[in-house]
């Protein structure tokens, strides 16, 4: 790998001699034999010397230079001041010498591979996603790396911005990158506005070097470009929506997974394992929160495999009363039980043959079907209510669940041997909130679906809008944004989409929490002007600067060591207060 730095070994040179203070009083041909090559001097104590000249007037006095040892196992990083005193240094191993290395030698090899490296550096950066913007900043604030990304995203030439301060071309208070550097905190998939008409998805962390901070990298993804898109998208006419709806009806995709929205990484994951489990009639067990969407990744199962027309048979497990459970599962002869259909009922597993029994919550079924569900699926067969005749279970089985069945198991609420049964293949679905970045096409989807079921063109869809649904957490997932995005449509009759119309918990809008103790507030109090205030802070800090400056003798560095802060919030703090 020759971008990192290569071992001393490779660097070790034998073209020497060492001699001892014995040989040097009485063997000087073989000091002046050596030539060009150098010459150590080893003293009885194992200090080393280099022989720069001998005196032919001074009974063989002689020129010396101190010289360092190193291990040959050490690292070149570790051996640079070995140098300090002379170019060349000796290299042990096993307490003898093996020869030596020289300070030219070792300049090369970490030049070298730092050009290698950089190159290696540069081509990875230029090669990422061009839609992707990677910023890295050093411990002062100033920009050291902007891609290609960054100059297409924000539109700033890399001659106009390396080297110089970020917060020249962006609002301090916007730069994550600053706060990285500042706190040390990383952000993962956060949406940030670096500028006012601008929105991203921002990744960020600090760089460590022994365990300082000396800078920050960022990696931001465009948002705008998607939600000007979006904005044209919503000037089409509702005639033309209704004409897609009757092309779809016309002819239906075959794709099983049209109805999954998203392109990040986690739901291309669970795609990716869908096109697995297809190839086999595998049992799978689907688990995520509630409001994934579990039963659209279980039909996208289906759909994968089973030919048009198979049934796809869905049982919620919760929502059957446990005296009704085994009917519903199994079905029942006639005269089963009183009160039964005379004609007898076929059971879900039996309507499902061929095709997928789907069963939703099975967390939430009885521990006395628990038995029987695991018989059906050991065995592949069951037995009706009260019928004599054994049946066969022609059907995959999908099961899924919001609950933490291992702690259930725990508990003694669900059996162990039918989680394993279950557990052949599985499929975790991710939530809506580690998965924002799919939320613009999400809610793209919804606003086309309910703009047609209740006839509203929707015209507008103001980016404050956007952000608020990228801000907020979404604990009910995906069907608390479809419950949203269909409340918004209800409310936009003039076919704009306000930022009032979200529900008080997700609008966040400028609205700022009042003081928990406002109640307390002496109304004798004369208002304090805010401004002014901020004024006589700022030249109280501006005078306290300016005298620790010059005591210091400009020297940011140590001023900053002194108040316990980073060097670039120095430079901002004294940015802010002009000095």
């Known amino acids: ?179 990285t550097l500042e706190t040390g905190e990383s952000v993962h998939k956060m949406q940030h506005r670096p500028r006012q008409d601008m929105f991203v998805l921002i990744n960020s962390a600090p760089v460590k070097l022994d365990d300082q901070i000396i800078g920050a990298v960022a990696a931001e993804s465009d948002l705008s470009t998607q939600m000007r898109l979006h904005q044209e998208l919503l000037q089409m006419t509702s005639k033309v929506h209704h004409l897609q709806k009757e092309v779809a009806m016309l002819s239906p995709s075959t794709d099983p997974f049209q109805h999954i929205k998203g392109t990040s990484p986690a739901i291309k994951n669970c795609i990716e394992t869908i096109r697995k489990i297809s190839m086999t009639k595998a049992t799978v067990l689907i688990q995520g929160e509630s409001g994934t969407g579990k039963e659209l990744f279980a039909q996208a199962i289906h759909h994968s495999r089973e030919p048009a027309g198979a049934p796809f048979i869905a049982i919620n497990c919760g929502a059957i009363p446990a005296a009704l459970f085994e009917s519903e599962l199994f079905g029942y002869e006639r005269g089963a039980f009183s009160g039964a259909d005379p004609k007898g009922k076929k059971g879900k597993i039996e309507l499902s043959g061929g095709g997928t029994l789907f069963l939703d919550e099975i967390g939430e079924m009885p521990l006395d079907m628990q038995v029987k569900m695991l018989r059906v699926l050991q065995e592949k067969n069951y037995f009706a209510v009260g019928g004599t005749q054994l049946k066969k279970a022609d059907c995959r089985i999908i099961a899924a669940t919001n609950r933490d069945l291992k702690k259930m198991i725990a508990e003694g609420t669900f059996r162990e041997d039918l989680y394993y049964r279950l557990n052949v293949v599985s499929l975790d679905i991710p939530a809506l909130r580690e998965r924002k970045e799919d939320i613009y096409e999400l809610t793209q989807s919804f606003l086309h679906e309910f703009s047609l079921v209740y006839g509203r063109h929707i015209q507008s869809f103001t980016p404050d809008v956007f952000e608020d649904l990228l801000h907020y957490d979404w604990p009910g997932n995906i069907r608390e944004l479809r419950n949203t995005i269909e409340r918004l449509v209800i409310f936009s009759s003039d076919g704009e989409i306000k930022r009032e119309y979200l529900p008080a918990h997700i609008y966040s809008g400028d609205q700022r929490p009042a003081s928990p103790n406002a109640d307390a507030i002496d109304p004798n109090i004369t208002e304090i002007d805010g401004a002014a205030y901020q004024d006589k802070l700022d030249a109280f800090e501006r005078e306290l600067l300016q005298k620790t400056l010059e005591a210091a003798g400009g020297n940011k560095l140590a001023i900053a060591k002194q108040l316990g802060i980073s060097r670039a919030t120095l430079y901002n703090k004294l940015k802010r207060l002009k000095l």
Not at 153 to 173: L, M, Q, T
């Open 1 to 179: 790998m020759k971008h990192l730095l290569p071992s001393l070994v490779h660097l070790i040179r034998t073209d020497h001699r060492i001699i001892t203070t014995a040989e040097l009083k009485t063997n000087q041909e073989a000091v002046e034999f050596a030539g060009d090559n150098p010459v150590f001097l080893r003293h009885d104590s194992g200090h080393y010397q280099l022989i720069t000249h001998i005196s032919e007037n001074s009974d063989h006095a002689a020129d010396l230079l101190d010289v360092q040892t190193v291990n040959a196992d050490d690292s070149i990083a570790g051996i640079s001041s070995a140098f300090a005193t002379c170019p060349l240094v000796v290299v042990l191993q096993n307490g003898e010498p093996t020869g030596y290395l020289a300070a030219r030698d070792v300049i090369e090899a970490a030049a070298l591979a730092h050009r290698y490296l950089e190159a290696y550096f540069t081509t990875t950066l230029e090669a990422l996603n061009p839609d992707v913007a990677i910023t890295l900043i050093n411990e002062e604030g100033h920009v050291a790396v902007w891609t290609s990304g960054a100059e297409h995203i924000f539109s700033i030439r890399k001659n106009e911005i390396i080297g110089k301060p970020a917060s020249d071309f962006f609002p301090v208070d916007r730069l994550q990158s600053l706060k």
